[in-house]
């Protein structure tokens, strides 16, 4: 089956930077353009940054700029770099296959960002 497992949130202060990891089993991780996501309380669901299984990337322009999403293959494993962080970037982030094909989530890393 799917498993996601996020980690490296935490609370910082505006300006602060974390670095976010997704350990992934069950998919075909190299073949997959994966994704990561963001949820704020009482807003829905975001894309923030994909990358293809070439590592061509794409980010949402909220995030443009100040984040960087990679990936390594060889680990199965999808990386978000985020930098000059801002009140607004707080939510829970989740990592997933770009696709949505299955309707599996992780249980996120929360992303606090202080003023």
């Known amino acids: 089956q799917v498993q996601l497992v996020e980690s490296g949130g935490g609370l910082v202060q505006t300006g602060g930077s974390l670095r976010l990891s997704c350990a992934t089993s069950?998919?075909?991780?190299?073949?997959?353009?994966m994704a990561w996501y963001r949820q704020a309380p009482g807003k829905q669901r975001e894309l923030v940054a994909d990358?293809?299984?070439?590592?061509?990337?794409n980010y949402a322009d909220f995030v443009k700029g100040r984040f960087t999403i990679s990936r390594d293959n060889a680990k199965n494993t999808l990386y978000l770099e985020m930098n000059s962080l801002k009140p607004e970037d707080t939510a829970v982030y989740y990592c997933?296959?770009?696709?949505?094909?299955?309707?599996?989530w992780g249980q996120g890393t929360q992303v606090t960002v202080s003023s």
């Open positions: 990358i293809t299984s070439g590592g061509s990337a």
């Open positions: 069950g998919i075909i991780f190299n073949v997959n353009t």
């Open positions: 997933n296959l770009w696709s949505l094909r299955v309707d599996r």
